[in-house]
């Protein structure tokens, strides 16, 4: 069964290292091979790296788009995983198990799973902006109607 991807318009995608756009109209994408991919959303800029969790869900990034240079980066994991422990040894059994999902070649659920670790920090950190109120207008145009001529 392929996997189906839906995809908005103006979204990127990298598909096995390539960056890839979609135009003005929603796209379904169908893999029917195995495949490395990161929608937009889950794709994080080196420049965004400023936390040890999002180092840690970066350096995994690349180690999933980028296999031919797995294991160089594999090193700067093993560097980042450790600083990691170090400042969170609450976080013990979580960096266990991306741990072992990236020694698996798991690496997407240890993308999902880091993710985890620096959205709840965010969400803790943020405070919840207030919601504007929602107004919905109706308002129907009076179209004249055309001139007979007789």
């Known amino acids: ?8 318009p103006g979204e990127k995608l990298i598909v096995n290292g390539a960056v890839i756009g ?3 109209h929603p796209v379904s994408l169908f ?3 195995k495949v490395n991919f990161l929608r937009g959303r889950e794709i994080l800029k080196e ?15 690349l180690i999933y788009i980028f296999p031919e240079d797995a294991s160089t980066n594999m090193v700067h994991f093993a560097a980042i995983l450790e600083e990691a422990r170090v400042q969170h040894p609450d976080k013990a059994d ?7 999902l990236v020694r698996e070649g798991n690496n997407y659920r240890a993308l999902k799973l880091c993710r985890k670790l620096f959205d709840i920090k ?7 902006a207030p919601k504007p109120p929602v107004e919905v207008v109706r308002r129907r145009r009076k179209v004249a109607a055309p ?3 007789e």
Do not use: H, S, W
């Open 1 to 8: 069964m392929p996997l189906k991807l839906v995809l908005r």
């Open 147 to 149: 001139a007979v001529d």
């Open 94 to 100: 979580l960096f266990d198990e991306v741990q072992t």
């Open 31 to 33: 893999f029917y091979n």
């Open 47 to 61: 420049e965004n790296c400023d936390t040890i969790e999002k180092r840690l869900y970066f350096i995994i990034q």
């Open 22 to 24: 979609i135009g003005d």
């Open 122 to 128: 965010e969400t803790a950190e943020a405070a919840p």
